[in-house]
């Protein structure tokens, strides 16, 4: 019989991002990947969406009980296939962060599917009245059924009107357009000096591409693996991430390409 402590499961995997588009429909101020278009053309974002043969593919892969969430740097509301997709995904918990432009729109593909569905919120936005009222309207069809609303208000966003509203209010430090460093708030770090992500989380991008955490990462320094090549199984035990665990825990992280200029340690912090 084959010793059991040698088969590989996803320990320690709590959180999966599945990027199912990287496309957008908002021009939101603080977006980093506003900046690339413009300033770095020369790294400029591909976007599109992830073939419905890999989203299936992976969620034949994951655990059950694990949070999916079913964004990256894009609005996956714009999957054309996006209802079909998230069916595949009815052994795990499913989210998503949104800006609401389509949820109405797509009301019979996120209603009884999703288990929660967050708002983002960013401060200064000239169509967050537009936001508020298709939100309404969402809650006034959906009555009681799921998914419950979060509404994620980013620093210098006004949050009283949104208080109103069933569901939960949760504040967030807001970061540099370039990555998750130059927040004016020092980002809560664990007492036990490593970052929660590196242990529990993967995102895979459109295109199946594996990184350690969901930070914004244009140059793809935090790629670990590809999901088109080899199973999710092998990329989460995979030599590259238990070289940047040991490094973590010995405290270098400026040896870890993303890590060395990241400020977020894994917990997500208020203003």
């Known amino acids: 019989m084959a010793n059991k402590r040698n088969i590989k499961c996803f320990d320690g995997l709590i959180n999966v991002n599945v990027e199912l588009s990287s496309r957008c429909n908002k021009n939101c101020w603080m977006c980093g990947r506003r900046l690339i278009d413009k300033k770095y053309p020369e790294i400029a974002l591909n976007y599109g969406d992830m073939k419905v043969e890999l989203v299936e593919s992976i969620a034949k892969q994951l655990p059950e009980n694990i949070v999916v969430q079913f964004h990256n740097n894009g609005e996956s509301l714009l999957h054309p296939e996006f209802g079909k997709c998230i069916k595949f995904y009815k052994r795990q918990i499913r989210t998503m962060d949104t800006n609401g432009k389509l949820i109405v729109k797509k009301f019979d593909e996120i209603v009884d599917e999703l288990d929660t569905l967050t708002i983002s919120v960013i401060p200064n936005d000239p169509e967050v009245d537009e936001q508020y009222e298709i939100v309404q309207q969402f809650l006034d069809m959906k009555g009681e059924r799921k998914p419950r609303l979060i509404y994620r208000c980013l620093e210098g966003a006004e949050t009283e009107r949104w208080e109103k509203l069933?569901?939960?209010?949760?504040?967030?430090?807001?970061?540099?357009?370039?990555?998750?460093?130059?927040y004016r708030k020092e980002p809560i770090i664990p007492e036990i000096g490593v970052c929660y992500d590196m242990f529990s989380h993967m995102?895979?991008?459109?295109?199946?591409?594996?990184?350690?955490c969901v930070r914004f990462d244009p140059y793809g320094v935090g790629i670990v693996g590809d999901c088109t090549k080899e199973p999710l199984i092998d990329?989460?035990?995979?030599?590259?991430?238990?070289?940047?665990r040991r490094l973590t825990v010995l405290g270098r992280r400026d040896k870890i390409p993303l890590c060395s200029n990241c400020h977020f340690w894994g917990v997500p912090s208020a203003p």
């Open 235 to 244: 990329i989460w035990h995979g030599e590259t991430l238990k070289e940047w």
């Open 166 to 182: 069933p569901g939960i209010v949760v504040k967030r430090l807001i970061h540099s357009p370039m990555g998750p460093h130059g």
């Open 203 to 212: 995102s895979i991008d459109r295109f199946g591409k594996v990184s350690m």
